[in-house]
């Protein structure tokens, strides 16, 4: 997988071509990137678009850790990095999204304990957290 860079990424969607230039990538609201057969790591540069409200990663080999630049998502409300080939811990940095509904890491390589749940979060993330059977450690 190439790195993403911010300034421009070109996309193939059912079957076309599209580029995207300049500072139209931080407009972007949702990005689903499900079962693309990514690999390599998650690009730290992800982090820079704030406007995303909805990232979708799973379903592809991304490898090594969650990039603590993932806490640069400021609007984020739906994070989807399952089955995956994650390795690590959950980046704390994380749960101090406030706008963070439902987060899911299922099926991935983690390890270690399971960041203390902020106030503001819905069940739904403690209920996606503890569902996570590959994840070793306490909850």
């Known amino acids: 997988m190439t790195p993403l860079a911010i300034q421009d990424a070109n996309v193939r969607i059912k079957g076309a071509f599209y ?70 811990s959950i980046p704390s940095e994380l749960l101090e999204l406030s706008s963070l509904e439902t987060f899911s890491v299922a099926y991935n390589r983690l390890k270690g304990c399971t960041p203390p749940l902020k106030d503001q979060f819905s069940t739904s993330i403690e209920v996606l957290m503890r569902a996570m059977q590959t994840y070793m450690g306490l909850l």
């Open 19 to 88: 580029t995207y230039m300049g500072y139209n990538l931080y407009l972007l609201v949702g990005m689903d990137l499900s079962s693309n057969h990514l690999e390599g790591q998650i690009p730290h540069s992800i982090g820079d678009l704030a406007s995303l409200k909805s990232l979708n990663l799973s379903f592809n080999h991304l490898t090594g850790l969650i990039p603590t630049t993932l806490s640069g998502l400021q609007s984020i409300e739906s994070l989807d990095l399952s089955h995956n080939e994650l390795e690590g």
